[in-house]
């Protein structure tokens, strides 16, 4: 059988004007999680991510603790990119205003509120620019390319928590809820391990940190 590890990428900049920048604790969690699988002699065969830039930055991250570089060595595959929850959470704003979290909301009631809005998204409640089947679609393109990797091989997949969620409920054959209750868990840098032959496909681990789980560093551990 092959392998391929899916990572969701560091801790972004929530609340700020650009979302789409690691975090400096970002950073540090994407270093230290390429530094622990250094000391576990563990390496990769194809590298490979969406084309977002927190995903890019998290692939340099990685590569940075392994001692190498992603540079002209890696795939870029957008369709792992997020779909839009600022667009989903916009729309279900308007269609449910009273729902909608105040000013001065916890982030808490901000994930709430995005777990509502997912629903609505694939019950066709609500239409972003990206329809629910779009989505479902795109992500299980990506899951065909990343299992066209040769017998025996190890991938790195660097994408978002959505966009892993969609492909876990796909492969693990669950309900539409799955996505978000899954999109609400997945730590930043958390990794998920699978093993794929030619007939299956089969989830070995989910939402490990094991580079974070460790005392001085939990405090590192985030979902945003």
Same mark, same amino acid.
């Not at 490979?48 to 940075?64: P, S």
């Not at 660097?158 to 899954?182: C, D, E, F, H, K």
């Given at each position: 059988?092959?392998?391929?590890?899916?990572?969701?990428?560091?801790? #972004?900049?929530?609340?700020?004007?650009?979302?789409?920048?690691?975090?400096?604790?970002?950073?540090?969690?994407?270093?230290?999680?390429?530094?622990?699988?250094?000391?576990?002699?563990?390496?990769?065969?194809?590298?490979?991510?969406? *084309?977002?830039?927190?995903?890019? $930055?998290?692939?340099?991250?990685?590569?940075?603790?392994?001692?190498?570089?992603?540079?002209?060595?890696? @795939?870029?595959?957008?369709?792992?990119?997020?779909?839009?929850?600022?667009?989903?959470? $916009?729309?279900? !704003?308007?269609? =449910?205003?009273? !729902?909608?979290?105040?000013?001065?909301?916890?982030?808490?009631?901000?994930?709430?509120?995005?777990?509502?809005?997912?629903?609505?998204?694939?019950?066709?409640?609500?239409?972003?620019?990206?329809?629910?089947?779009?989505?479902? #679609? !795109?992500?299980?393109?990506?899951?065909?390319?990343?299992?066209?990797?040769?017998?025996?091989?190890?991938?790195?997949?660097?994408?978002?928590?959505?966009?892993?969620?969609?492909?876990?409920? $796909?492969?693990?054959?669950?309900?539409?809820?799955?996505?978000?209750?899954?999109?609400? $868990?997945?730590? *930043?840098?958390?990794?998920?391990?699978?093993?794929?032959?030619?007939?299956?496909?089969?989830?070995?681990?989910? *939402?490990?940190?094991?580079?974070?789980? !460790?005392?001085?560093?939990?405090?590192?551990? @985030? =979902?945003?």
């Amino acid at each position: 059988m092959a392998e391929f590890i899916l990572v969701r990428h560091g801790q #972004a900049s929530f609340g700020a004007e650009d979302y789409d920048n690691l975090s400096d604790t970002g950073w540090q969690q994407s270093r230290w999680l390429g530094e622990y699988w250094r000391d576990k002699g563990i390496y990769f065969d194809r590298l490979i991510c969406g *084309n977002l830039t927190r995903h890019r $930055q998290t692939l340099d991250g990685i590569c940075q603790g392994l001692g190498n570089s992603s540079e002209n060595s890696h @795939t870029v595959l957008p369709q792992l990119n997020e779909f839009d929850f600022l667009a989903v959470t $916009q729309c279900y !704003r308007e269609r =449910y205003p009273q !729902r909608a979290p105040g000013a001065h909301a916890s982030r808490a009631d901000f994930y709430r509120f995005l777990k509502q809005g997912m629903l609505a998204w694939a019950a066709g409640e609500i239409s972003p620019v990206e329809s629910w089947l779009h989505f479902e #679609a !795109r992500i299980a393109d990506a899951l065909k390319s990343i299992c066209d990797s040769p017998k025996g091989s190890r991938t790195l997949v660097v994408s978002s928590g959505g966009a892993i969620a969609m492909m876990l409920t $796909q492969i693990l054959g669950g309900p539409v809820s799955t996505v978000a209750n899954l999109n609400m $868990q997945i730590q *930043n840098t958390a990794v998920s391990r699978l093993f794929f032959s030619a007939e299956n496909i089969s989830l070995h681990s989910f *939402n490990h940190v094991p580079h974070l789980d !460790r005392d001085g560093r939990r405090e590192y551990i @985030t =979902y945003s």
